[in-house]
């Protein structure tokens, strides 16, 4: 019984390593097609998200038959928890590399107002949070995981200042109204990934540390109700 548990486990962490490596692609490659009007990579980042839906599945039903086969308990139950959990967020990151490349398509014959915005940097930024926190996750690396907090803040500032740089677009030229209107979107997509990395980030403690991280200022000096 012991051996075919860790069989499994092991396979486990294999399949999700996978995951991480092909939603790492995808999130690289959208940024690319976001920033070289020659490069695109439109159609290889949806197309790979068929693969990470399979892969999502597969996951899910890896650890629902770990739970209900082995009852794992300590570290192993906290691994398969996790799991489950950064599953779900690598799954949202390549709809969003989906989402990313479906919106710079859109703006293809405006790409010049990306340059004009800091959608570049705040893309630059969150690509780094999506590689750190898989690379974390990979790694077991807690102490590379925290860094990824503060990042995120760096990207809410972005997206606020992207917002208004892209009203003032839209305000001086109505023309680029409906391409201003895509990149506004595009801007909150890339905030979400960003949130998804940090998302990513807190489960990595929560494995290596034991340490439930989420919302935990929000909750700080939170009581329930009784």
């Given at each position: 019984m012991e051996r075919h548990f860790e069989k499994e486990f092991d396979e486990l962490k294999m399949t999700i390593n996978k995951m991480a490596s092909i939603v790492d692609e995808q999130v690289d490659n959208s940024f690319k097609d976001m920033?070289?009007?020659?490069?695109?990579?439109?159609?290889?980042?949806?197309?790979?998200?068929?693969?990470?839906?399979?892969?999502?599945?597969?996951?899910?039903?890896?650890?629902?038959?770990?739970?209900?086969?082995?009852?794992?308990?300590?570290?192993?139950?906290?691994?398969?928890?996790t799991a489950i959990k950064i599953d779900s967020q690598l799954e949202r990151c390549g709809d969003i590399a989906v989402n990313i490349v479906q919106r710079v398509k859109k703006t293809d014959s405006s790409r010049e107002l990306?340059?004009?915005?800091?959608?570049?940097?705040?893309?630059?930024?969150?690509?780094?949070?999506?590689?750190?926190?898989?690379?974390?996750?990979?790694n077991r690396d807690s102490e590379l995981a925290k860094t990824i907090w503060a990042?995120?803040?760096?990207?809410?500032?972005?997206?606020?200042?992207?917002?208004?740089?892209?009203?003032?677009?839209?305000?001086?030229?109505?023309e680029n109204t409906e391409a201003g209107a895509h990149l506004i979107v595009l801007s909150r997509q890339i905030e979400r990934l960003a949130d998804h990395a940090?998302?990513?980030?807190?489960?990595?403690?929560?494995?290596?540390?034991?340490?439930?991280?989420?919302?935990?200022?929000?909750?700080?000096?939170?009581?329930?109700?009784?």
């Open positions: 920033e070289d009007a020659g490069v695109k990579l439109y159609k290889e980042v949806k197309q790979r998200d068929r693969e990470v839906d399979a892969y999502d599945n597969l996951i899910m039903a890896q650890c629902e038959n770990l739970l209900a086969l082995y009852q794992p308990v300590a570290t192993d139950l906290r691994f398969i928890l990306i340059s004009q915005t800091d959608l570049p940097e705040m893309g630059r930024t969150a690509r780094l949070m999506v590689k750190d926190a898989i690379t974390a996750f990979i990042k995120d803040e760096i990207v809410d500032s972005l997206n606020k200042k992207v917002f208004n740089q892209l009203v003032e677009v839209i305000k001086s030229n109505p940090t998302n990513i980030a807190e489960d990595v403690v929560f494995l290596i540390e034991n340490e439930i991280v989420s919302h935990k200022k929000k909750l700080q000096n939170y009581k329930l109700p009784e």
